[in-house]
Nanobody, 124 residues
């Protein structure tokens, strides 16, 4: 079992930056691929980004490419999502999720463990 807890979400103005954290406990976190997903009001949850367990590979949704950066510190059992140039359309609940293995997956059903989410609101 892996327990995930997101933090860092808040209200921010458009153009601003924010860093989300995903803290993990339980089994060896370093052996899991971690992804960030988000659910905007009235929309389906969507893939944002993922990082492989060795942090050698990352993948981003087109909508955040160049603005968001995912990183991980296995010694701290934490994955970060650095968000910059935020837009109102980035407003959503952000979830981190973990799956065993090194494959970078964008489909949420491939992830085994989920956090409760953290709210990010970007004002115009």
């Amino acid at each position: 079992q892996v327990q995930l807890v997101e933090s860092g979400g808040r209200l921010v103005q458009a153009g601003g930056s924010l860093r989300l954290s995903c803290a993990a406990s339980g089994r060896t976190f370093s052996s899991y691929t971690v992804g960030w997903f988000r659910r905007a009001p009235g929309k389906e949850r969507e893939f944002v980004t993922a990082v492989s367990w060795r942090a050698g590979s990352t993948q981003y949704a087109d909508s955040v490419q160049g603005r968001f950066t995912i990183s991980r510190d296995n010694a701290k059992n934490t994955v970060y999502l650095q968000m910059s140039s935020l837009k109102p359309e980035d407003t959503a609940v952000y979830y981190c999720a973990a799956r065993g293995g090194s494959a970078l997956e964008t489909m949420e059903y491939t992830y085994d463990y989920w956090g409760q989410g953290t709210q990010v609101t970007v004002s115009s």
